[in-house]
Structure formats: structure tokens, C-alpha cells
């Protein structure tokens, strides 16, 4: 059997080995110069003042509602076609997750379904941008003024990305990455919030370190706080990472770019629409979907190319489909969600990705779609 392509596979060199050993050597292996460095970094990247490193891309996702006073009693809308972090990051937090619909074309939050939910209880929007495509943050950020509502935004996807109004992470109140080995930026587990508003930084040290934020030498009064730190090896990881990012989504813009030029003759599928006009996708993964026609034989095809050793997922099982989440959460029109929750799965794309195994992927594809079931 030919060698396994992985869904993700994250890069690194001799660069990453000398600052673990650095670190190793500093003896500073949490709360040190790393992790300042690394906030540092992501922020300037979102071009935000401050970054928060957290544990995870989950963990900071709560904390930034927790940050805002977001909890018990409070509405938080997010939506359906979505990996299922941002919704355990609002029942996290104590507050109600509302699901609304996706657009057909972007796959990311639709500003009307947004708009069409809003109530008496609700607090903020968590709009995510789904597989590294920027989220339409302008028809957001006016939703969000009309109805007095907060915008965090879940950027875990996203690193590098960006549209015609800047870089992904520099809208809403806080925004948020995370650093699992499939994502832009890798470190293993880790996340980080990163925004502008002062006190909000202090809040969010306070509640990742047991409401103590050693730094300030302040405490919270009002409620514990989570031990939630990021490690100086996370950190130190994450700007050797960072320093690649550039280099790293020009070769998965690549793959990218031969996945589209394959597949794009063939009506089986339905390809991830191309970046528009000054916009920047940090691509994650190959999110397409079949043909209606071939709707269920989407699991067979996945069965199939596994066992060709070809990792693939079905990216995303809509939120309210999922064994806990079904039937619990308030929600809007899921027309779209629906749809694509049915045809949709994810094939590798990483930037160790060669011509061959594109095209092994590709073959894979249209051999298998019509004789899986
Ligand atoms: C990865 C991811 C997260 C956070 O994941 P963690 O495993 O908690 O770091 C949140 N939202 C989305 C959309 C993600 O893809």
C-alpha cells in the first residue's frame, strides 16, 4: 500500500527543536519571556494591542465571554455548520448557544439569519470563519451595533487570513486562535485571545490563572477563575511558527489551487469557492461537497478512502445533529445547514502536500464516488 496522505500534518525544523531546548535549558517553563513574545505576535499579526495565551482555542473562546460578562441567562449566537468549540465554549460559560444558517457559497455565518434571531436575551454574536474563509465582519459589526450585541470572534481556523478591511482577528470585541496540530499556527494545544481594550486584557489574565493575574498582582472578586496558562513551550513553539506562516499558506495556496484545477470539470463535486477579491483564505483542510445525487454515499466515500490511507473527516456533522447537542438549543431556519450537512467532507490539504499526492487524492475521489455506498 502507497504511503498515508494525513487530513493535516503540521511543519517544523532544527528552528523548533532550539527553542524547545531553550526553554528546556531557561528553566522557565510557564509564565516567562515566551509567552509575552507570543502574544505579542499574534496580536501584531490581528493587528490588535494586546494578546492573551490560553490552554486551548476552546478555553479561550470562554474566557472571552466570560471576559465580557457574558453568562448564565445570556443568548449567544453562533452557527449551526460549525466544528462544535465556539457551542461548548458558550454552555462553558454558562450561556445559551442560539444556532443560525450558514451562506450556501462561503459556508460561513449569514448576516440575515443572524439578524432574524436576535431577542430579548441575547448578548453576542460568535461568528467563526469556517475552514480559514474570512466571515463577512462589516454586515456583522452593523447587526451587532443595532442590537447593542458583542462580537467574539472565533478565528481559530483563520491565522494569516484576510479581506479587504484587514486581517482576520481585528474585528469584534475579542477574537480568538488556536494552535491544535491542523491549524495555521501549530503548537499542539494552545489558544489566545487578542484585542484592544485594556481592562478586558486584564480580566482575561486573571481568569486563566485562578482569578489572579500575577502580573498586575490583581484579583477577581466576583467568581473563581480556570487554570487555563499557555506553557513556555506552547509559546516558544508558536514564534518559530508564526515566523512560517507566510511561507506555509502560499504552499497550501498551492494545494489549493491544484485540488481546484482537478476537480473542477467534474459535476460530482461542488469545490470550496475561490478566494474573492482581497481576500486571503488560510486554508484548512479541502472542504468539498458532492453532487445532491450522491448525498449518501458521502460516509460510504469516506469508509473507502480510508482505507486507502487517505485521511478525511466529515467536516462539519451540524452542531444540533451531534449526540448532545440535539434538541437543546434555540434556533433559526437551518435550510442551508441541512444541505450541505449531508454532502460535505473534508480531504487533506497541508503544505507538505506534493503534485502526486493531489492527484493521488484526486483519482481516489472519482473512482470511489460512485461505487461507495
Ligand atoms: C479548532 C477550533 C476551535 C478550538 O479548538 P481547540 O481544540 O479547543 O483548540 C474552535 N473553533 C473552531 C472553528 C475550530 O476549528
Redesign the pocket.
Known sequence: MQAEIPLACPEYDEAEAEALLAVLRSRRWSVGPALRQFEDGMAALAGRAHGVGVS????A?QIALEALGIGPGDEVIVPAY??V??VNAILGAGAHPVLVDVDPVTLNIDPDSVDAVVGPNTRAIMP?H?FGRPAPMPALQVIAEGHRLRVVD?A??AAGARDESGPVGRHGDIACF???PN?PVSVG?G?MLVMDDPDLVLRARQLRNQGNDPLSGTAIVDRPGHSARLSEWHAALGMVQLKRLEASMARRERVAALYRERLQDDERFELPAPAAANQRIAWFTWPLRLAPRLADRRDGLIRALRAEGIGCNTYFTPVHHLPFHRGRHRHGALTVTENVGRRCLAVPLHSAMGEDEVDRVCGLLRELVECAS
Do not use: I, N
Not at 486551548?56 to 478555553?59: A, E, F, I
Open positions: 486551548s482555542g476552546t478555553m473562546l460549525t466544528f468549540g465556539p467563526v469556517l472565533d481559530c481556523e488556536a494552535f491544535y491549524k494545544e489558544g
